[in-house]
């Protein structure tokens, strides 16, 4: 199996099916499994796709479910308010010829933005990638298995780690593979158990100069995310 896409929904199972439609439109060279994590009592499988219980624990714990079940050798997270788009069908001979460990790939935000992903591990302590534009290597994600004490930023939290090892492979993509429903929770809250994380984590993956410069913008960071408000 290349690749597991898991979409946790409450109630939109025809829309997942239509995810499902979608992804292997797109992605016809690949053996793909599309796993539903929901609530909603389901046979195990209906022929296009799996489903898995949600325990009502929240979206990494539905992640988490998901991910137990998976048999890809990629994994790919998606909302039941994203879709993929026709950009989506290069990251096929990536997947194929398992030459990367993480694709990281812009993201269409539904309001006509387009989300670039950061670059640097400096920078990605603040700019998190964008969930729906992320394939994992499913090993390499299950030795950082989403961190079930945060509610909002556990992914961020990941990727600084598998950022930080010099081991795993990334690709950067130039093209949005997914557009992105902007009114979900990680758009909207913050995460305190992450807050009380930050600066472990940052000392623990940034050189000491970079460490330094960190400090310096978390104190200025308030400030700077207002004028980015304004000016967007």
């Not at 993509?173 to 429903?181: E, K, S, V």
């Not at 009114?183 to 993956?205: E, F, I, W």
Request: net charge positive; aromatic share 10%; with cysteine.
């Amino acid at each position: 199996m290349h690749l597991s896409v898991i979409i946790p929904t409450l109630s939109r199972l025809e829309t997942a099916r239509l995810l499902a439609g979608r992804i292997r439109e797109l992605l016809p060279a690949l053996h793909v499994e599309v796993i539903v994590v929901s609530p909603r009592l389901q046979p195990a499988s209906d022929g296009l796709l799996r489903y898995v219980p949600d325990a009502g624990r929240g979206v990494y714990t539905a992640y988490n479910a998901g991910l137990r079940e998976a048999t890809g050798e990629y994994v790919w997270f998606m909302g039941d308010d994203d879709y993929p788009l026709d950009a989506a069908a290069t990251v096929s001979s990536f997947l194929r010829d398992g030459i990367v460990d993480i694709l990281v790939a812009p993201v269409l935000f539904s309001s006509g933005r387009i989300y670039r992903p950061a670059r640097t591990l400096l920078i990605l302590q603040f700019l998190n990638w964008c969930q729906q534009g992320v394939i994992y290597r499913r090993r390499q994600l299950l030795r950082h298995r989403f961190f079930r004490r945060l509610n909002v930023q556990a992914d961020q939290y990941v990727n600084i780690l598998l950022r930080s090892d010099a081991s795993v492979r990334i690709k950067f993509l130039a093209d949005p593979i997914c557009m992105f429903g902007v009114n979900g929770v990680s758009g909207q809250a913050r995460d305190r158990g992450y807050g009380s994380l930050r600066l472990a984590l940052a000392r623990r993956t940034l050189s000491c100069g970079a460490f330094l410069v960190f400090r310096a913008l978390v104190i200025l960071e308030p400030m700077i995310k207002q004028v980015i408000k304004i000016r967007s």
